[in-house]
């Protein structure tokens, strides 16, 4: 039997996030390469290691007994890996990022650069991407993940990835007063002024419902029936659908996930970190 670390990595990623979808999210995987490789892993074992239990998996009676060591091997495997590879580079790095990067891929991603970069430190800041952008602009923080406009993309930016937005509405109902009511992440989210600049293009009043600082708090607004949204199409659902109201609406912009670095020069310790953000965050960018 031979139980290789990518795959012991993806059983304890999948039962610390409840599921295998969010676990691609997570190791930036698809969700059938997922499903592949813990099929593969039950196979090597000859036992199932995972029970669906409603909408979340938890271990098995054998994925139990599997689950410590499993973390044991995979974490002296990545202490291994942050020894052989640990750097000299010094100097503190500030970082910052939005919701749209899951916090546990992007605290993982700075866990494993602390140990490779053993003599550095960096400082981790989430925030709406207007706040990222404001923070870059006065020298509070040397590298930002932060989602801007298609055509403010500034040259030196790095792009992720691109983003489709849409109207979102709940699937229980769909919003038919007037003013419109509008969901939205606060005052610093760009979101708020497409949506209420759009509706106003149409002829249409709207009003501020709900306003919430986090994207849990945003989809549940929305899927209880507060009010519309503008949201990115991965956000839709089946409780969070998209809005078709009985007038025209001009077509949302596309978004993109950029990676932005402060005044050049950057330290060398800030730009081994866009190396690795690049490497790790990277999706393919559709044409």
Sequence with gaps: ????????????????????TRAAEVLGLSQSA???????????????LLIRDGHTLRPSPDGELM?????????????????????ELTGQVRVG??????ATQLVDLLGRFGRIHPLASV??????????????????????????????VEPSDQVLWYDDL??????????????????????????????????EAAGQRSRLAFSGQSRVSVEAAIAAGLGVGVLSRRQLSDEIVE??????????PRMCQIVRHG?????????????????ELSSPVPG
Excluded at 70 to 80: F, L, N, P, Q, T
Excluded at 97 to 102: D, L, Y
Excluded at 128 to 133: D, E, G, H, M, P
Excluded at 263 to 279: G, M, N, Q, T
Aim: proline share 7%; with cysteine.
């Design 123 to 152: 400082e981790y800041h989430v925030e709406q991407s207007n706040v990222l952008a404001a923070m870059l602009h006065k020298g509070r923080l040397d590298v930002a993940v932060l989602q801007v406009a298609e055509p403010e």
């Design 34 to 48: 997922v499903s592949w490789k813990i099929k593969r892993l039950e196979e090597r074992v000859g036992r199932p």
């Design 1 to 20: 039997m031979n139980l290789d670390v990518p795959s012991l990595r993806t059983f304890l990623t999948v039962l610390d996030v409840g599921g295998m």
């Design 166 to 199: 849409a109207w979102a509405a709940s699937a229980h109902q769909q919003a038919t007063e007037v003013p419109v009511p509008l969901v939205s992440y606060g005052t610093e989210c760009c979101y708020l002024p497409l949506a209420a600049a759009g509706l």
């Design 67 to 87: 689950l410590d060591h499993a973390r044991s091997i995979v974490g002296m495997h990545d202490e291994m890996v942050a020894r052989l590879t640990s750097s």
């Design 243 to 252: 809005w078709v109201p009985e007038f025209d609406l001009a077509p949302l």
């Design 97 to 102: 990022a939005n919701e749209e990067i899951s």
């Design 263 to 279: 005044k050049k020069p950057i330290p060398p310790i800030a730009d081994a970190l866009v190396a690795e953000l690049l490497l």
